[in-house]
């Protein structure tokens, strides 16, 4: 009872950071708003997480863990255009799941603050391995470069609102997806 408990705050905890890092970004962020939002007390909070860096990486955990397996994938199957569709088209499906927009977001929009951030740096090392491992190492600057647009094309459609492009999410991410795919040449 106590570990599930425990993992319960634990997620709690992340779920609430996640919302208000959105809100107030990284750096205007405090434990104790996190513990307050929660109606727990900062102390409880620390006993789960010893700082902001330590649940950053927590919420990265997952993601990183999905990024991860779709670099395996592509590197078995090697560089090819048939390849790096399907890496896009796993990679949106890793950006729509739960929460993962909000990691994608707070990456994109938080990228100042957190640069020094362990688990941000260990996000932009998985980006990069995900496009080499799609591209081959003889291709052009340009051809480079399209692969890694094509990921951005896909987190915009991820994380872009009503507001930003006025049509339905479903459509934003299709959007998303039929431009990475032709920047990919897939």
Known sequence: ?????????????????????????????????????????????????????????????????????????AQAEGPGAGTRAEVLRRYQGLLTGPSAAQVARLMQEGQSSLRDVAAAKDMKARFFAMSRAVTDPDASAADQMRMRLAVIALHLGAFMDEESLPVSADERQAAALEIALELAGG
């Open 1 to 73: 009872m106590t570990d599930a408990r425990r993992t319960d705050t634990r997620a709690q905890i992340r779920a609430v950071a996640l919302e208000l890092f959105a809100e107030r970004g990284y750096d205007g962020t405090s434990l104790r708003e996190i513990a307050e939002r929660l109606d727990i007390t900062k102390a409880a909070v620390y006993y789960h997480y010893k700082t902001k860096e330590e649940i950053v990486g927590a919420l990265f955990d997952d993601f990183l863990a999905g990024v991860d397996e779709i670099v395996e994938w």
